[in-house]
């Protein structure tokens, strides 16, 4: 088993910058993917960014050039740098862990509120 738990939501005002951290415990060592997910209230959830094993990212295009995700494979952590941020990308951020064996964990959600 895998528990994820995330940190760093919060407000900010457009144009400003958060940080979401997330940390891994249990069984890491199965871990192949992680990521961040977001969704708002009657949407579904989308995947914003993910990075594998070996360190190759994918973002939604959305984001690209305004975020950054990396990991520590040792220490079973992922975070999500966002720069630039626009009311647009106000929602829940989840963290995602994706098992060798294909199984999805999910942490429990950090909101973050892009507001004037």
């Known amino acids: 088993q895998v528990q994820l738990v995330e940190s760093g939501g919060g407000l900010v005002q457009p144009g400003e910058s958060l940080r979401l951290s997330c940390a891994a415990s249990?069984?890491?060592?199965?871990?192949?993917?992680m990521g961040w997910y977001r969704q708002n209230p009657g949407k579904q959830r989308e995947q914003v960014a993910t990075?594998?094993?070996?360190?190759?990212?994918n973002y939604v295009d959305s984001v690209k050039g305004r975020f950054t995700i990396s990991r520590d494979n040792a220490k079973g952590t992922v975070t999500l740098q966002m720069n630039s941020l626009k009311p647009e990308d106000t929602a829940v951020y989840y963290c995602?862990?994706?098992?060798?064996?294909?199984?999805?964990?999910w942490g429990q959600g950090t909101q973050v509120t892009v507001s004037a």
């Open positions: 990075i594998a094993i070996g360190g190759s990212t």
């Open positions: 995602h862990a994706e098992s060798y064996m294909h199984r999805y964990y």
């Open positions: 249990g069984s890491i060592s199965v871990i192949y993917v």
